[in-house]
Every structure is written in structure tokens, then in C-alpha cells.
């Protein structure tokens, strides 16, 4: 079975920074599309951004030169560098991804999620 798991988060200060890392392991045939969300106490999950196969990003205004999401095919992960954080991004951060277990065979997939919090 396809699992996806988040390393990375962490306690840190305003305008610190955190790389977060999202491996996938398991009987993988390719990654896809992938993905940052996160879960704020109360509040709904969102994107914070995505990665498609050919490398296109994509960023939630309120993080938008701020973070950068990446992947690194050959190990079968994928970043989110986060800087200059804020206490807003407190949160629970989940990994997400379209999998292909098997060519012309996908699925997707959601890490368990890490925790980031940003003290003032």
C-alpha cells in the first residue's frame, strides 16, 4: 500500500523557516500531481500549493513568496521550504498526491500530516 509521510515541522519563531519533506514509499510506479495543504484549529484544510508532474507550481496567495514547493522524482518526494514564517501558518500540514501504483492505474493519496507551529 501506497503511504505518504511528512517530516519536518516544528516549533519555530516568526520570519524562522522550516523545510518540510513528504516521502512516498510503497509499490509506487510514478507521482503525479502533488501537494501542501494545511489544517488550522477550527478551520477548514487548504491548498497551500501543488506541483504538477511537469513541474508547474502553484501557491495560495497568503504564502506566495514566502514558500516553494518541489519534488525530486527520483526519490519519490517532494518540499515545501517555508520562510519568513508567521504565526498564521500555525497549522497541521498535510502531504497529497496522485500515485500510480501500476501504469494506467491511479490513485490519491494523503500523508498523516506534520505539525508546524509559529510563536510571536
Known amino acids: 500500500q501506497v503511504q505518504l509521510v511528512e517530516s519536518g515541522g516544528g516549533l519555530v519563531q516568526a520570519g524562522g523557516s522550516l523545510r518540510l519533506s513528504c516521502a512516498a514509499s510503497g509499490r509506487i510506479f510514478s507521482l503525479n500531481a502533488m501537494g501542501w495543504y494545511r489544517q488550522a484549529p477550527g478551520k477548514q484544510r487548504q491548498l497551500v500549493a501543488s506541483i504538477t508532474s511537469g513541474g508547474s507550481t502553484n501557491y495560495a496567495d497568503s504564502v506566495k513568496g514566502r514558500f516553494t514547493i518541489s519534488r525530486d522524482n527520483a526519490k519519490n518526494t517532494v518540499y515545501l521550504q517555508m520562510n519568513s514564517l508567521k504565526p498564521e501558518d500555525t497549522a497541521v500540514y498535510y502531504c497529497?498526491?496522485?500515485?500510480?501504483?501500476?501504469?494506467?492505474?491511479?490513485?490519491?493519496?494523503w500523508g498523516q500530516g506534520t505539525q508546524v507551529t509559529v510563536s510571536s
Open positions: 497529497n498526491g496522485v500515485v500510480s501504483v501500476k501504469a494506467g492505474n491511479w490513485g490519491n493519496y
